[in-house]
C-alpha cells in the first residue's frame, strides 16, 4: 500500500515552524517567549539577541537538514510497508536528540546570561514557572478518568483531523481504543514535572559555580528522563508503542482524499524546510 502518513506529534517535536513565512519570526518568538519568564537588562538582552541570531542562522543552516532527513526516512519506511510501533519508539527519540542539540549549541552562550541573573530576575522566572505548574494542575484537578480520556480524545482527534481533513466514525473510534488502552501516568507526569522544576531551582540558585550549573542544566535539558521513575519510563515507552500501532491503523483507514490531503501538507511542509536550508546555506 503507497497511501503515507506521518506521525503528527513527531511534526510537533521537530522544533521547526511548518512554514517558511513562521519561521522567518522565529527570533521573535524565542524573544517574546523569555520576555514572559523574566524581564532581561541591556547587556543581557544584548547577550541573548546575539545568541538568538546565531541559534537562528545555525538552526536554519544545520537543523533543518536533520529534520528533511528523519521525515524523508519516515516516508520511506511507510512506502515499504516497513513501520512499526518499536520503529516508531525510535523516530520520537530521533526527534528528541533534535532538541539535544540545540541545547548543546545555546549553553556556552547561554551560561553567562543565567551567571548574571539577579536574585529578583531568578524569583521572577520561578515564580512564572510555579505559576504554570499550578495551572496545569488546575487543568487536570477533580476530573474523572472518563473526562480525562474525553479531553485525550478530543486533542487527539484534532491533531488528525489538521493532517488529515474529517475523519470516519471508524477512525475516531480507533483513537478511542488507544486513550482507552493507553496507561495513565497523569499523576507520574505532574510528579516529574515538578521534581524537574525543584532541580531547575537548584541550578539557578548555583550559577555562581560553572560547573554546578552545567552539569545540573545538562542534566535537564539533555537527560531529564533520569528523574523519571523505572514505572513512568516502562509506561511511556508502551504508550508509545501502542500510539505507533494506531498510526498503523490509521494509515490502513486512509481514504484517497484524506491520503492526499496530507501527503499535500507533508510535502509543503518537507518543500519549505529543505528550501529555508539550501537558501541559508547560499546566504552563508
Known amino acids: 500500500m503507497k497511501q503515507r502518513l506521518l506521525l503528527m506529534v513527531l511534526l510537533l517535536t521537530l522544533s ?46 544545520e537543523e533543518l537538514a536533520h529534520y528533511v532527513a528523519q521525515l524523508t526516512e519516515i516516508k520511506r ?11 516508531w519508539v525510535e523516530q520520537v527519540n530521533i526527534a528528541k536528540r533534535h532538541w539535544f542539540r540545540l541545547f548543546e549549541f545555546a549553553l556556552p552562550q547561554l551560561l553567562p ?8 530576575q531568578v524569583q521572577q522566572i520561578m515564580t512564572t514557572l510555579h505559576n504554570d505548574e499550578q495551572a496545569l ?3 487536570f484537578a477533580g476530573k474523572s478518568p472518563e473526562q480525562l480520556q474525553q479531553q485525550a480524545n478530543d486533542e487527539l482527534q484534532a491533531q488528525f483531523t489538521q493532517w488529515l481533513g474529517s475523519l470516519t466514525a471508524q477512525q475516531k473510534e480507533m483513537i478511542y481504543q488507544y486513550n ?9 507526569w505532574l510528579e516529574y ?21 552545567t552539569a545540573r542544566l545538562t542534566l535537564l535539558m539533555t537527560q531529564a528522563d533520569e528523574l523519571k521513575s523505572a514505572q513512568h519510563k516502562a509506561f511511556v515507552r508502551q504508550n508509545s508503542e501502542l500510539f505507533g500501532a494506531l498510526i498503523l491503523d490509521m494509515h490502513a483507514s486512509l481514504s484517497a ?17 529543505r528550501e529555508l536550508n539550501q537558501e541559508a546555506k547560499t546566504s552563508g
Not at 546570561?113 to 529578583?120: E, G, H, P, R, T
Open 16 to 61: 521547526a515552524c511548518s512554514t517558511k513565512l513562521s519561521y522567518r519570526f522565529l527570533d521573535w518568538a524565542i524573544g517574546w517567549e523569555v520576555e514572559d519568564y523574566v524581564t532581561l537588562k541591556g547587556s543581557q538582552q544584548r547577550a541573548l539577541d546575539t545568541l538568538i541570531n546565531q541559534f537562528v542562522q545555525w538552526h536554519q543552516t
Open 180 to 188: 482507552k488502552q493507553r496507561l495513565s501516568t497523569l499523576d507520574m
Open 257 to 273: 482524499k484524506q491520503s492526499k490531503h496530507f501527503y499535500r501538507k507533508l510535502n509543503n511542509l518537507i518543500d519549505d524546510l
Open 113 to 120: 546570561i543565567i551567571v548574571s541573573l539577579s536574585d529578583a
Open 77 to 87: 519506511l511507510i512506502d515499504t510497508n516497513t513501520l512499526t510501533p518499536a520503529l
Open 137 to 139: 494542575i488546575k487543568e
Open 193 to 213: 514535572r515538578h521534581e524537574w522544576l525543584r532541580q531547575f531551582d537548584i541550578a539557578l540558585g548555583q550559577r555562581a559555580d560553572s560547573a554546578q550549573l
